[in-house]
């Protein structure tokens, strides 16, 4: 059974980090991009950062560009999000999601697989 646990998530005051990570089981992806999305309360399912299966690619939506950064690290099959100089609207669930392509893309559409999410919630 493939699955992608988040870990990481919490309760933060605005100008304060976390670091998301997002380990999978029962398969490698290695070979695929992988991505952060997060969902708002009462608001759409979003992408954040996306990065390819060799990371030498990467992606960051407007809002967190510059504060948040994407890694992997294939041998542990395992994506990390830092986030730094979180904001209030950063809260939001965040899902760990695994790409049927190698290559970046921010369309959901083309992830197979998510994780359960994690909650990041912070504070003004």
């Known amino acids: 059974q493939v699955q992608l646990v988040e870990s990481g998530g919490g309760l933060v005051q605005a100008g304060g980090s976390l670091r998301l990570s997002c380990t999978a089981s029962g398969r490698t992806f290695s070979s695929n991009a992988m991505g952060w999305f997060r969902q708002p309360p009462v608001k759409e399912r979003e992408s954040v950062a996306v990065?390819?299966?060799?990371?030498?690619?990467?992606y960051y939506s407007d809002s967190v560009k510059g504060r948040f950064t994407i890694s992997r690290d294939n041998a542990k099959n395992t994506v990390y999000l830092q986030m730094n100089s979180l904001k209030p609207e950063d809260t939001a669930v965040y899902y760990c999601?695994?790409?049927?392509?190698?290559?970046?893309?921010?369309?959901?559409?083309?992830?197979?697989?998510w994780g359960q999410g994690t909650q990041v919630t912070v504070s003004s």
């Open positions: 990065i390819s299966w060799n990371g030498g690619q990467t």
């Open positions: 999601a695994a790409s049927i392509y190698s290559y970046t893309s921010s369309y959901p559409s083309q992830y197979a697989y």
